[in-house]
């Protein structure tokens, strides 16, 4: 299994178009939108996970920099997330 990052993409973007998009190259596991929990808007980012690392690594090469909605996306393999300190000013 292949987790990818995609950025840049329309804030009008649902996880249903993620899936969509990355379908066409392989079978997609999951697709999510990384929303604000404030505002519940869409931060512009999300995650797409397929079961094919092959088809994975092809979507990459074939999407990143493409454009969706007027906007060239950003994709690439997602890197584990980096333990951040909690920020001293939020409880």
Do not use: C, H
């Not at 950025?7 to 392989?26: C, K, M, Q, V």
Request: hydrophobic share 30%; glycine share 10%.
């Amino acid at each position: 299994m292949i987790n990818i990052y995609v950025g840049n993409i329309p804030y009008s973007t649902s996880e249903d178009d993620l899936r969509a998009t990355f379908s066409e190259y392989g079978e997609v596991s999951s697709a999510k939108v990384i929303m604000d929990r404030d505002t519940g808007r869409s931060k512009g980012f999300g995650f797409v996970e397929m079961e094919n690392n092959d088809a994975g690594a092809q979507a990459i090469k074939a999407l990143d920099g493409t454009p969706m909605e007027g906007r060239n996306i950003k994709v690439n393999e997602a890197r584990p997330r980096e333990e951040r300190p909690r920020s001293a000013g939020r409880y």
